[in-house]
């Protein structure tokens, strides 16, 4: 089974400056999908970013970049410039892409708390 | 832009009692999820739906829940006899595909908030 581990439970960032949230994760399968979502206090789940394993080049939105090693089984996530609006819980997840008995279910991570301090 | 709508937002009920919750999906998606986050902890699968039936259940997943697309539209999750440790925010989402590249990404509705006295 796949595991999913964020061995930060709280994070803090000044405002415009950078962060980086880790997440690490174990599988023995080689084609799958990381994302990252935000859960800001309405608990509303809102999807970040999204990395599929097979291609080398990390996933980037806006702001919001990942740093993928596959080999490592790492998924960071950088916030770059953090705003007040970037406070929020945020969940490393794991998705297979493959067959089987996976029908798309999500593996969450345990969360980090990012503050932003203006 | 469409989105994942879920009722009630807020649900309180007695211990033993039966409760059902609703979710109407993204219109023309094709699979059905429902998590469960108890306050503080980190977002679990229950159940994901496709075809009219269940394709995976977690361990959570026991008899006492069950879901249902009773219609075109809705996909409901239902509690039969609930436990004081049911107590937890329920998330439903969709996607217009479970498998393979270029998988459908899962939308998720505001959640129910679960209250079990």
């Known amino acids: 089974a796949q595991t999913v581990t964020q061995s930060q439970p709280e994070m803090s960032v000044q405002e415009a400056e950078t962060v980086t949230l880790s997440c690490t994760y174990d599988t023995s399968e080689s084609d799958y999908y990381l994302f990252w979502y935000k859960q800001p206090p309405s608990r509303q789940m809102i999807l970040v970013i999204r990395?599929?394993?097979?291609?080398?080049q990390n996933a980037t939105e806006n702001r919001f970049s990942v740093n993928f090693q596959k080999a490592a089984k790492s998924f960071s996530l950088k916030i770059s410039d953090s705003q007040l609006g970037d406070a929020a819980m945020y969940f490393c997840?794991?998705?297979?892409?493959?067959?089987?008995?996976?029908?798309?279910?999500?593996?969450f991570g345990q969360g980090t708390i990012l503050t932003v301090h203006p | 832009e469409p989105e994942v709508t879920q009722t009630p937002s807020h649900q309180v009920t007695q211990m033993g009692q039966e409760v059902i919750l609703r979710c109407v999906p993204i219109?023309?998606?094709?699979?059905f999820y429902w998590y469960r986050q108890i306050l503080g902890q980190k977002v679990e699968f229950l159940v994901s739906?496709?075809?009219?039936?269940?394709?995976?259940k977690s361990e959570i997943f026991d008899d006492q829940f069950s879901v249902e697309r009773p219609d075109g539209s809705n996909f409901t999750l239902k509690i039969r006899s609930t436990k004081l440790e049911d107590s937890a925010m329920y998330f439903c989402?969709?996607?217009?595909?479970?498998?393979?590249?270029?998988?459908?990404?899962?939308?998720f509705g505001p959640g129910t908030r679960l209250t079990v006295l």
């Open positions: 997840a794991y998705r297979s892409a493959s067959g089987g008995t996976s029908y798309g279910k999500l593996t």
């Open positions: 989402a969709s996607s217009d595909g479970g498998l393979g590249q270029g998988a459908g990404e899962q939308f």
């Open positions: 990395q599929e394993a097979y291609k080398q």
């Open positions: 219109s023309n998606h094709l699979y």
């Open positions: 739906f496709y075809n009219n039936e269940i394709s995976e």
